[in-house]
């Protein structure tokens, strides 16, 4: 992530060094840019073309997420609400809240190299990091997955986990869907190189898009477990805890780090 305010400064050489920010998980770094110039005139340009420096989350080209409209249409369409309503990663990830406005959903989410898992250091890390020692493929389309219409099916029910599911999308594309405090469902689009969190205890389900495949990669903390619960199943403890964390406390579930922090 880049600073949005880049410091531009005149140097010796009728040159600018045009200073940013760039913040990675906790660490700082500094960024210098030398920009020759022929003269000083071009300050005002130098400087317009900073100010339009902006940062791209890299997340968004392969993860968005909206609230569902009320139509029983296919569950492979988007289902988007008129107008759309996009929601912002800051919604669904609690680490990042900084106001006690935003609706809290402890959904994490990172963009990766898809095509270098098995040697992608930021995989790696964050395998290290939270502890998911194990690690397989759920591809989901009718030659690979055993019963397909009966999963397709199940996965489609509202549910939950007793722990957190794990998807690192490697190829294809798909919707998991989640409830927000308010039990709006939100879709969350996740195409290859998109790996999100969703927290024990999240309702959830989901559906493959209209391009009807998806191989994601599953991970875990130690020995999988993949019950799902299906609603309702609010006495259980990882229900009870994420109501605690995410959805009766306003303004701060857990500090973790997430892609873009
Ligand atoms: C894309 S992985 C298949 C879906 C799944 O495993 C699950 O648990 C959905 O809730
Ligand atoms: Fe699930
Ligand atoms: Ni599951």
Known sequence: MLSPIPDL????????VVSLVLREAKQMHMLEIRIGAK?????????????NIYCVDPREEVI????MDDSDADQRLPHHRDPQEFVSFEKLDASKIVSLSFSELGVLSWRLDADNYETDPKLKKI??????????????????LPNYEEKIKNFYEEH????????????????????????????????????????????????LDSDNYIKAMRLFVGDPV???FNRP????????????NFV???GGGPAVDAAAA
């Open 9 to 16: 400064r005149a140097v010796p050489g009728n040159a600018y």
């Open 39 to 51: 003269n000083r005139g071009i300050r005002p340009i130098v400087q317009s073309v900073c100010a």
């Open 64 to 67: 968005q997420a909206w609230y």
């Open 127 to 144: 395998r290290e990091d939270r502890g998911y020692s194990y690690m397989d493929f759920c591809e989901v389309c009718p030659e690979k």
């Open 160 to 207: 939950l986990h007793t722990d957190e599911e794990i998807r690192y999308c490697v190829a294809g594309s798909g919707y998991f869907d989640v409830r927000d405090r308010d039990e709006a469902w939100i879709r969350i689009w996740v195409k290859k190189g998109a790996m999100i969190v969703l927290p024990a205890g999240i309702y959830h389900r989901f559906t």
């Open 226 to 228: 993949w019950t799902p």
């Open 233 to 244: 199943h609010d006495h259980l403890p990882a229900r009870k805890e994420y109501v605690d």
């Open 248 to 250: 009766n406390k306003a």
